[in-house]
């Protein structure tokens, strides 16, 4: 998956420093388009640029659009497209085609509205922003277009009038765990967009020598993540094999709407670790949603291995539903 960006944030920031600010937006592709629809590339009036549409085929077109649109204070919808035999040549390197929206910050996008959008993303509230390309009408909206949300996936509706940019919140990876294979995981899942958070009361175990520069957490895993806060764009995985610090972690992650628990253990600690939490009231369908032992079953030796497929399987169950 790409990395989540801050081109809203960044176009915000941009246009409250004066220099102008415009965002564009990949609002549609056929064949083979080097970015996802939804990708974004932000440019300031001086220049400045930050993210991308096309990993770099078309941003210079778009640049100059853009800089053309800040000046002009309107929007513009670009196309690219070429053939696949002479793609390279011509600058889509891929192939395909792409359509791109491109909306000065202040005259087409209003900044009231993108105050909104950046502070539910701080939030991390999923929010639509809901362009009508033929009335200029724009619409930031909560709990709409479920399926969208779900899927996370941007795009035109049917109509092709209505374009429907998708923002939910960052992928986050909670790790209850700061061992071996928590030091092979945290920096895959970075590579995969996701903010990791590891947690682990033993502070021999959670060192910054160990995890340099990323978020410890030193307390015991029912406090921490009740501090962090579970939600549908959660991974949690457990990784201790000790229950006193696993199960807390593991409840807190079955009465809330995490898409991902995974847990380290062999088929017989597992077993254990079901026949606890029968114990403690939970349901055969609540425990069904734990996957343990964790990743899927590649024959996996070695903590780099494992979190190879652990990460493999959160991103079936994302992208999927399964694993």
Known sequence: MERFDN???????????????????V????????RRVGAQLVIAGDGRIEGSVSGGCVEGAVIVEAL???????????????????????????GGTIRILVEPVG?????DLLNELVAARARRTAVAYEVDLDSGTRKLLHD?????????????????????????????LIVVGAVHISQALIPMARIAGYDPVIIDPREVFGTSDRFPGE?????WPDDAVTELGLDARTALVLLTHDPKIDDPAIEAGLAADVFY??????????????????????TEAQIARIHGPVGLDIGAAGPAEI?????????????????
């Open 7 to 25: 081109s809203p944030e960044t176009a915000l920031a941009w246009h409250r420093d004066g220099v102008g600010a415009a965002l564009a937006t």
């Open 261 to 282: 628990i995974g847990a380290l253990g062999s088929t017989r600690t597992h077993a254990k670790r079901v026949a606890r939490l029968r114990d403690r009231g939970f």
């Open 307 to 323: 979190a190879v497929a652990t990460l493999a399987q959160m991103t079936a169950v994302l992208r999927k539903g399964q694993a």
């Open 107 to 111: 005259t087409v996008l209003p900044v």
């Open 215 to 219: 978020t410890i957490l030193l307390d």
């Open 144 to 172: 709409a277009y479920p399926e969208r949300m779900r899927m996370d996936r941007s795009g035109f509706e049917d109509d092709g009038r209505i374009f429907v940019a998708v923002h939910n919140p960052p992928l986050r």
């Open 68 to 94: 053309e649109a800040i000046e002009d204070g309107e929007q513009r919808l670009l196309e690219f497209g070429v053939s696949d035999d002479d793609a390279f040549a011509v600058g889509l390197a891929c």
């Open 27 to 34: 609002v549609e592709t056929w064949g083979s388009a080097p």
